[in-house]
């Protein structure tokens, strides 16, 4: 299936003109070397260019389509047709100063030219075309040891020499753009395929059998070179006497179609997301880049500044979601039953594994993510973009702050990917790996005295989000909202609310206090509430009696918040069950509902501004998440 869909991907770029035939590859080319009608070497064009990063300028080689470049391996790697570097175009290498480095370098160089001689001659060998007879020429007549003396060369030798692929011009043209050696060279593949035949697995007709997979480029973790997504490289992969791609029989034509495909979505950095040690890539049949953008938006969020969306856009579009019909995005009209493949891909020893595979409707894809989203709102502090996370804020709540790999368990990635696009409960390893840093953490707001930028808090609202989308979701709390419920009775949630209550009435009373009880006492709290409540009672009696005297003495020069906590406190405590107190211990579940009723109740009194008159706010600043 995974093939089958690539095979596809590819017959659709190449009928846009966006994937090269068979036979042939997109490569960087630095260099063209020009040659005259004798074979005697002009000039040689730089062909890098300029490109912006950022804010630097880099430069890089020319993409261009030559032929291609299968994997080199051995003592002696064979040449490349057309396209090389200047060790097998010109015999040349890199200066070593160790005598004895420098003479190995020059025999292998030596060698190399050799190849790509014999190639040349055995492809180019007889043709009535101008162009092939200057390249028969230019290698019959080259002198490796007399490279550095050519006024060509003068300028550009030493970078020639330390990399970069050269291409042939001949009047104007380069060499393997002429019809009649492109020709010569889609023939020469052909003659050149294993006699084997079969029936393609891919594509269900005969055809030859590709010995060896494509390589596959772009998998961070993988050999820079590439990594196969199928292979047989060792003894007992093999079966009823096949060898190698034998045992899979995939034609030559559906293993370059697939391994071209999933190298240029490789490459498409606007829709390819890396994830833990994962990286994923997506495409769609129809209207592909628009559909592309949308899923990328709603699910990972924007990492290109030219394409953002805001909350509010992105939930217009998926109102007609609701109702089954076209989505219009990025001036297309994207059907509801657009086929969609996400393939989630990691590295490994010796070849690359597959994490998860999904096809189905684009439609249906966006319904998931829209429900992933409306469980995962929640109310964020105003310096966040979002009030639903995107999944790589997600998974980077899941990661220490103070971790030397910032990336998320790679299981963890995976699991929670698949289970948002296919609406499937979320991993349970997601929410324990959230208690478990809200746990370990503690909040970090200054450093000798010196109040940091980027303040870290142990509970964050990315952190609250999916404590918020795992319990709807996994434990069935349709109770929960994006905003505080005041009507919910659970006693882990009104305890954490209790909780919030206690930290904001000692910050009144005390506003330039450096620790909270929320630093001393929220993870007993959390986990074994009897232990630590009573004394939290008498603190917050403490603090409200001070707040009463300051009222008294008129000392607070604004609105003094005492009768309003004092009215919140009494009905949140009139909220518990008197006949069952305060509970002993709290299992997961409910120390999720501590921390969710502890976060809610925090961001909700902070967020309403009532008049001063009305009693029924504090006004301390929240600078927590």
């Not at 994006?482 to 904001?504: C, H, P, Q």
């Not at 009573?534 to 917050?540: A, I, V």
Request: hydrophobic share 40%.
């Amino acid at each position: 299936m995974i093939l089958q869909a690539l095979a596809k991907r590819y017959q659709t770029m190449a009928e846009k003109g966006d994937a090269p035939r068979r036979g042939w590859c997109p490569v960087g080319v630095s260099f063209a070397l020009d040659l005259a009608e004798d074979g005697a070497l002009l000039r040689v064009y730089d062909l890098r260019e300029e490109q912006s990063q950022g804010k630097k300028t880099v430069i890089r080689p020319r993409q261009m389509i030559v032929p291609d470049h299968p994997t080199r391996a051995g003592q002696k790697p064979k040449a490349y047709f057309l396209c090389d570097t200047a060790t097998y175009f010109l015999g040349i290498a890199e200066e070593e100063d160790d005598p004895a480095k420098a003479e190995k370098k020059r025999r292998d160089a030596l060698q190399r030219f050799t190849s790509a001689k014999e190639l040349h001659e055995k492809l180019l060998q007889g043709m009535d075309a101008p162009a092939a007879r200057a390249v028969l020429s230019f290698f019959q007549q080259w002198q490796p040891e007399k490279a550095r003396m050519h006024q060509a060369l003068e300028e550009l030798f030493p970078e020639m020499a330390a990399g970069g692929n050269l291409v042939f011009r001949f009047q104007g043209h380069f060499v393997q753009e002429y019809p009649e050696i492109a020709a010569q060279w889609e023939h020469a593949i052909t003659a050149q395929e294993d006699d084997e035949q079969g029936i393609c697995l891919v594509t269900g007709r005969k055809g030859s059998i590709a010995r060896l997979h494509p390589k596959i480029k772009g998998v961070p973790g993988a050999q820079v070179s590439g990594a196969n997504l199928v292979s047989f490289n060792m003894e007992s992969s093999n079966s009823f006497g096949h060898e190698q791609g034998a045992n899979a029989p995939v034609s030559e034509e559906a293993s370059f179609a697939y391994g071209m495909a999933l190298n240029a979505l490789l490459e498409d950095r606007d829709h390819r997301q890396i994830i833990g040690d994962t990286v994923v890539v997506y495409w769609a049949e129809m209207e592909n880049e628009a559909s592309q953008d949308l899923l990328s938006m709603s699910m990972f969020g924007s990492m290109n500044d030219k394409k953002q969306m805001t909350e509010e856009a992105l939930n217009n579009l998926f109102q007609n979601l609701a109702k089954g019909q076209p989505i219009c995005f990025e001036a297309a009209e994207i059907p509801y039953e657009n086929p969609f493949y996400i393939l989630g891909i990691s590295p490994n020893a010796a070849r690359l594994s597959v994490r998860f595979f999904l096809r189905g409707a684009l439609g249906e894809f966006l319904q998931h993510v829209k429900a992933h989203r409306e469980r995962a709102a929640i109310t964020m502090p105003p310096r966040k973009p979002w009030i639903s996370p995107p999944l790589w804020a997600w998974l980077k709540a899941t990661v220490s702050p103070n971790a030397s790999n910032k990336s998320p368990l790679p299981i963890l990635a995976g699991s929670t990917t698949t289970a948002i696009l296919k609406n499937a409960m979320y991993p349970a390893s997601l929410y324990e790996q959230v208690l478990l840093r809200i746990h370990a953490e503690i909040d970090v707001t200054d450093t000798e005295g010196k109040r940091l930028k980027e303040p870290h808090y142990k509970i964050t609202g990315e952190r609250a989000s999916i404590i918020k989308a795992y319990l709807m979701k996994n434990k069935k709390r349709g109770e929960l909202r994006m905003k505080l419920n005041e009507e919910i009775t659970d006693s882990a949630y009104v305890l954490g609310r209790i909780f919030s209550l206690r930290e904001g009435i000692q910050k009144a009373a005390n506003p330039k206090l450096n620790a909270t009880v929320k630093d001393r006492y929220f993870d007993v709290a959390s986990t074994m509430p009897a232990r630590v409540f009573p004394l939290l009672e008498r603190l917050t009696n403490h603090h409200l009696r001070k707040l009463a005297r300051l009222a008294r003495d008129d000392k607070m020069k604004t609105y003094n918040p005492y009768y309003n906590y004092e009215k919140q406190m009494r009905e949140l405590m009139g909220m518990l069950d008197a006949s069952k107190g305060i509970p002993k211990t709290l299992n997961a579940e409910e120390q999720g509902m501590f921390i969710l009723g502890y976060y809610q109740q925090t961001q909700a009194r902070y967020e309403k501004k009532e008049p001063k008159e009305t009693g029924a706010v504090d006004t301390v600043e929240d600078k927590e998440d």
